[in-house]
């Protein structure tokens, strides 16, 4: 994963901001197959004005359109390296926000690990539609 990093925006943050810190660290984006985290900038800047909460972005090259190693990652070790990021940040828990393929990252980080989550918002989530014939059949 490349970790694009936390937001900078230098907007005033909702009066409520102090309220939501004390429930939940930070935001973590888990964005979906296309161009990366970019499509989703608009919504994060409209979170991050709204909660003052930090946000860290997974860049994950692989559904990404990017070149990548072949060595992809599995369940176990993409949880681990989320963790670990979110550790780096100095994130103890955060509520994970995902679209479509990201979906998948978050079903593999609440198996792995639970406790640093706080809540999950899955956008278009593909882990929970795929076994409708139609949805998996699209994927073909």
Known sequence: FKTTG?????EERSSSSAE???????????HGVGVGPLPY???????????GLPILILE???IALRWSSPDIRGPDATASAVTEAMRVVGMERATIVSHSFGTFMTSWILR????N??????????????ARADVAFAAI
């Open 6 to 10: 936390t937001t900078s925006i230098k």
């Open 20 to 30: 939501r810190n004390a429930t939940s660290d930070g935001i973590v984006l888990v």
């Open 41 to 51: 900038l608009d919504l994060l800047t409209r979170i991050y004005k709204s909660t």
């Open 60 to 62: 994950v090259p692989y």
């Open 112 to 115: 792995h690990s639970l406790e």
């Open 117 to 130: 989550v706080h809540s999950v918002v899955m956008i278009d989530p593909v882990c929970l539609q795929l």
